[in-house]
């Protein structure tokens, strides 16, 4: 008679939680792909997208035969290439957005690899995973799911570029270590200005400046004001705005060279316009008609839903981080990164100052709460009994909710 296997026995995989927890990730964004798209604004982007594969309408967009100028075209060329590829399903037109939001979570773990342990690494891309707001946009998609996800993987190769060169002093193989160090460097640049172009096609500005408040506080905590004025930067910007070009001629050929073009009740609106100026920094300035009243800390409430269940454990993550770079007077010491603070924060109030707010706006930040909350947990002050008693609380009250 076979003797059942002691656990030792067992393959590894499946003596480690984290595989179970992984498998069970993977169960439920599976099954997120076969949910009908939600209303109205999901709905509304599937159907556009099935219009521009139908038409062929590539460089410009249209719901019902008529001008769009709301948004940039990156959700609607990849779902009308996935509806191209496989066929008129929720699946299909979910499956970019999936896809986007895998690449975060494994640029969050290459990201924290490069300044923490393994093991916080793989926290921050698990609490990222599991987090609901991930989960939501997932579902009901929207151009910020590909705004996560070209942000995350732009983060990544910008920490990657910046990461000074390691090598020993009187190594004679320094050179040749220098040149290879460089072309990879170089290579990280230019996949951040990929993904930083796609980022703004995706959304728009927003793609560019959530990354570079990152890099500004990063670089400006270590006082490292020389990379700032690197002339590699140029060539960054050239390749953005490569990727930016198809765009761009699109909304010129269909409303610059249109003025008279009926757009929310107006003529004369210029398309490039719209794109660099209104539709970001116009809600912000009052310039956009675009206004609903919310209060500018609508964003707090959101992300208590929305971070769920690690919301409470943020909370005390923010404090410990905002404290502890308070009482270095602002300086970080080397190998210390700020890239996730400067991500969270200063995004976090340039949003709440836009004088319209939805809440899968603020999802952006996502990426930068679980780093900072793996972070947090890492460290010996996270183990305090009133932060896991109030997280128990939170783990019972959702589990009764299920239920």
């Known amino acids: 008679m076979n003797q059942p296997m002691a656990p030792a026995q067992l393959p590894r995989w499946v003596r480690r939680p984290w595989a179970w927890l992984a498998l069970g990730l993977v169960i439920i964004y599976v099954r997120g792909l076969c949910i009908d798209v939600m209303d109205v604004d999901a709905s509304q982007y599937a159907s556009m997208s099935m219009?521009?594969?139908?038409?062929?309408?590539?460089?410009?967009?249209?719901?019902?035969?008529?001008?769009?100028?709301?948004?940039?075209?990156?959700?609607?060329?990849?779902?009308?290439?996935?509806?191209?590829?496989?066929?008129?399903?929720?699946?299909?037109?979910?499956?970019?957005?999936?896809?986007?939001?895998?690449?975060?979570v494994y640029a969050v773990y290459r990201f924290s690899l490069l300044f923490y342990a393994r093991a916080t690494a793989r926290n921050a891309a698990f609490i990222l995973a599991s987090c609901i707001g991930l989960i939501l946009i997932c579902n009901d998609v929207r151009t910020d799911t590909l705004l996560l996800g070209m942000t995350t993987c732009a983060m990544w190769q910008l920490a990657a570029y910046l990461q000074p060169a390691r090598h020993a002093d009187g190594d004679p193989t320094a050179t040749a270590n220098d040149r290879a160090g460089g072309r990879a460097r170089t290579g990280h640049l230019?996949?951040?200005?990929?993904?930083?172009?796609?980022?703004?096609?995706?959304?728009?500005?927003?793609?560019?400046?959530?990354?570079?408040?990152?890099?500004?506080?990063?670089?400006?905590?270590h006082r490292d004001w020389r990379r700032l004025f690197q002339w590699q930067w140029l060539l960054g910007g050239a390749i953005v705005a490569v990727v930016l070009l198809p765009m761009c001629w699109g909304l010129y050929q269909q409303f610059d060279l249109h003025p008279n073009t009926l757009i929310n009740g107006q003529t004369g609106v210029s398309g490039l316009k719209f794109f660099f100026w209104d539709q970001s920094f116009g809600r912000i300035t009052g310039a956009s008609p675009?206004?609903?009243?919310?209060?500018?800390?609508?964003?707090l409430h959101v992300y208590l839903w929305a971070f769920l269940p690690w919301s409470l454990l943020l909370i005390g993550a923010l404090w410990q981080r905002i404290s502890a770079v308070v009482r270095q007077r602002f300086r970080l010491p080397r190998g210390d990164e700020a890239y996730s603070l400067g991500g969270f924060v200063l995004t976090f109030i340039a949003l709440s100052l836009s004088r319209y707010k939805l809440p899968h706006y603020i999802f952006l930040t996502l990426p930068w709460a679980a780093i900072l909350t793996a972070r947090w947990l890492a460290t010996p002050a996270a183990l305090g009994r009133a932060w896991w008693r109030g997280q128990y609380v939170v783990f019972v009250g959702l589990s009764l909710v299920l239920l």
Do not use: C
């Open 51 to 104: 219009e521009m594969l139908q038409h062929g309408h590539w460089l410009q967009l249209q719901h019902h035969s008529a001008d769009y100028l709301d948004k940039p075209p990156l959700l609607f060329w990849t779902s009308a290439l996935s509806f191209a590829m496989f066929g008129l399903h929720n699946w299909s037109y979910k499956l970019p957005s999936l896809l986007a939001a895998i690449a975060a």
């Open 290 to 299: 675009f206004r609903n009243g919310a209060s500018p800390f609508y964003f």
């Open 190 to 221: 230019v996949l951040a200005a990929v993904f930083i172009g796609l980022a703004m096609v995706a959304k728009g500005p927003i793609g560019l400046v959530a990354p570079g408040f990152a890099v500004g506080v990063h670089l400006a905590l």
